[in-house]
């Protein structure tokens, strides 16, 4: 067994809270020791140059196009992609073409991922057939071949027996139900949140209620059933209370939110730039806000990328008739460290938010610098600036609304249980 050895690095550790320098000691692709002062001898050394080295990235809901549109994006450029961005582990989304609602279709995308794929990849399944709400899916079967949460992604189960049925059979199963909080009615062909700007610009639009609506229903169904359930993406400060009360009750909730509503609000669309059209739509500021402080109090577990490919044909339209969705790999932590630099959100608490939450959410050992954990890792420079090229990412689509921006922060070298998977130059 070889010993490998970071020095003269600036230790980044989610669950002490702690940034701190120091050395951290990996063998057989674990995390064997750490700590501050003279490193220990060892076969290699890599020395950090002062550079943060933290958990890798997990990143919940990954949009993969395999199968279906593998012109948008593959797992090998997926891959590529998440290790260039620090993502160790990504967690991919079922709304594929077919979704992954059989054993057979995720068996497929598990096999691609493992070919093709540098990282961790961990699949999603989808919670009902064909993501229609309307018949739910073998739960226990696609746990057996390795889906690590059910989701229909941002089809809106608007069955509610159906749904109530799903979380029943989830929780027997000890699975774990991801939905996107959203009433389906009110957001139906929206492009844009309900304000003064929506209405200046002509874009159809939602109320920022539609979120806290659709949330207050899950909750319900949540004390009903006793399932444990994550909230993709938060975005609204309206449903921030009932999220506080549902967790103060002791309910198995924890939520999201999108590295895009966290840093932009709903002014970046400008005049249609359609590279801002997500779901949901971008918020106010005082929405953004209001989600950086619940990210910053623990309100808000995990943030995460929404990694969501889309080709030219698809972005190159009216905003209203234009796809949704950023591809968000490369850009989540140069993004994320925009909050750092504002002073809003310190270095462990972004990683608790990135990495160790979402871990601990699915169960993982990884998401941590701690004696025994898989020694997936990154080792960045926050400081460096640069301006984002976006025909230079490694993703096949190159949908980002952050092309041409000045950001500060990048990726030196990312590790996988010890090995090195990408190197910047």
Not at 224 to 248: F, N, S, V
Request: hydrophobic content about 40%.
């Amino acid at each position: 067994m070889s010993t490998l050895v970071f020095t003269n690095a600036r230790l980044i550790d989610p669950e002490t809270g702690t940034d701190s320098p120091g050395w951290l000691q990996v063998v057989d692709g674990r995390i064997t020791a750490l700590g501050e002062g003279e490193a220990p001898a060892s076969d290699t050394q890599i020395d950090c140059g002062g550079h943060c080295l933290a958990p890798g990235i997990v990143d919940i809901g990954v949009k993969v196009c395999e199968p279906g549109e593998r012109h948008k994006e593959s797992y090998k450029s997926a891959g590529l992609a998440a290790a260039a961005g620090g993502v160790t582990t990504i967690v991919t989304r079922p709304d594929t073409l077919p979704a992954v609602d059989t054993p057979e279709t995720l068996e497929f995308a598990t096999r691609r991922a493992q070919a093709d794929a540098p990282v961790n990849v961990l699949p999603m399944a989808a919670l009902t057939k064909g993501r229609d709400g309307r018949e739910m899916t073998e739960i226990g079967f696609l746990q057996d071949a390795g889906a690590v949460a059910f989701t229909d992604c941002d089809h809106v189960v608007v069955n509610t027996k159906v749904f109530s049925r799903a979380l029943t059979y989830a929780k027997s199963c000890g699975a774990l139900v991801i939905a996107h909080p959203q009433e389906p009615v009110l957001s139906a062909g929206a492009a844009a949140t309900s304000g003064k700007f929506a209405a200046l610009r002509g874009l159809p639009a939602v109320s920022p209620m539609a979120e806290r609506m659709g949330l207050d229903r899950d909750i319900a169904l949540l004390e009903m059933t006793g399932a444990a359930y994550h909230a993709d993406q938060i975005t609204t400060a309206r449903a921030l209370p009932a999220l506080e009360r549902a967790k103060r009750n002791g309910l198995d909730i924890t939520a999201g939110t999108s590295i895009h509503h966290l840093t932009l609000n709903e002014l970046d669309v400008a005049d249609y730039r359609t590279f801002f059209k997500v779901k949901p739509p971008l918020r106010s500021e005082d929405d953004r806000q209001a989600v950086i402080e619940a990210v910053r109090t623990g309100l808000i577990d995990t943030i995460s990328s929404m990694h969501t490919p889309q080709d030219e044909e698809s972005k190159r339209l009216p905003f209203e008739e234009a796809a949704s969705g950023a591809v968000a790999l490369e850009t989540l932590l140069p993004a994320a460290l925009r909050l750092y630099h504002a002073g809003q959100l310190d270095l462990p608490t972004l990683f608790r938010a990135m990495a160790l939450n979402p871990a601990k959410r699915l169960g993982l050992q990884s998401g941590r610098l701690a004696t025994g954990a898989p020694a997936d890792l990154v080792l960045f420079d926050p400081d460096v600036p640069f301006v984002l090229d976006r025909f230079a990412l490694k993703s096949k689509s190159q949908n980002t609304p952050f092309d041409g921006q000045r950001m500060q922060g990048k990726v030196t070298a990312t590790y996988v249980a010890g090995q090195e998977v990408y190197r910047r130059g």
